[in-house]
C-alpha cells in the first residue's frame, strides 16, 4: 500500500501532540534563542482511511554571509513514537526540502546527532547528502554534542 503523508504550515504555537525524543531533552533555552524564527509544518499521513497527526517539522534560516545566496534553512523533525520506521520521516523531509526550493532557497541542509542513525538514514532516502561533522556544536542539558551535517540542494 502507498504511503500517503502531506505537510501543511502552522503557527509556532501550533497545540501540536506531544512528540519527544532524547535529542530535545535541552535544559535551559538561551535568551538570544527566543528572537530565532522557526517555521513549522505538521505532518499528517494516511492510517486506516483518516488523515492524522503523526509529528512535525521546523526550519529556520541558517546564514553564511549578509546576502540572500548565503541563506539556506536547517531543518528539523520529530515524530509521535508510534509512527516512527514507517518512512514517514523520509517523505516529510523530502517534501520539506522541495517545498523550501519552491520558496527559492537553494540550500536545505539537517544537523543530526552522529548517534541517530534513524535520521541519518531517513535523510539520505530524502535525497540529503552527507556533508561533514560539526564538533560540539549542540549544547543539550547533557553537555556538547558533535553533529553531522546533511544538505538537499535544488
Ligand atoms: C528520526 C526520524 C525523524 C526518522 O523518521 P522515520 O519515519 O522513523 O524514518 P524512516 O522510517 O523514513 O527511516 C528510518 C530508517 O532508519 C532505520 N533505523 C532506525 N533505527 C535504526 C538503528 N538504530 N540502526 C540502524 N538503522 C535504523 C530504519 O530501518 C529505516 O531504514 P530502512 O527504511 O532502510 O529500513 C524519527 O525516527 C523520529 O522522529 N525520531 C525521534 C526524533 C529525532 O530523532 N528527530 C531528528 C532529530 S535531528
Redesign the pocket.
Known amino acids: 500500500m502507498t504511503l500517503e503523508v502531506t505537510i501543511r504550515e502552522i503557527a509556532r504555537d501550533y497545540p501540536l501532540q506531544r512528540?519527544r525524543?532524547e535529542?530535545?531533552n535541552w535544559g535551559e533555552t538561551a535568551a538570544d534563542a527566543q528572537a530565532m524564527e522557526i517555521f513549522r509544518w505538521l505532518i499528517e499521513a494516511k492510517i486506516s482511511g483518516a488523515w492524522i497527526e503523526v509529528?512535525n517539522l521546523s526550519a529556520h534560516a541558517a546564514w553564511y554571509g549578509p546576502t540572500q545566496g548565503s541563506k539556506a534553512m536547517n531543518i528539523?523533525?520529530?515524530?509521535i513514537e508510534e509512527?516512527?520506521?514507517?518512512?514517514?520521516?523520509?517523505?516529510a523531509?523530502r517534501l520539506l526540502a522541495e517545498e523550501l526550493h519552491r520558496q527559492g532557497y537553494v540550500r536545505v541542509e539537517?544537523?543530526?546527532?552522529v548517534t541517530?542513525?534513524?535520521?541519518q538514514?531517513?535523510l539520505e532516502?530524502a535525497g540529503f547528502l552527507f556533508e561533514g561533522t560539526l564538533r560540539k556544536a549542540q549544547g543539550r542539558a547533557d553537555g556538547l554534542h558533535d553533529l553531522q551535517v546533511w544538505s538537499h540542494l535544488s
Open positions: 512528540a525524543s535529542y530535545d509529528g528539523g523533525i520529530t515524530l509512527f516512527r520506521n514507517k518512512g514517514i520521516g523520509s517523505l523531509q539537517a544537523s543530526t546527532d541517530n542513525i534513524a535520521e538514514r531517513a532516502k
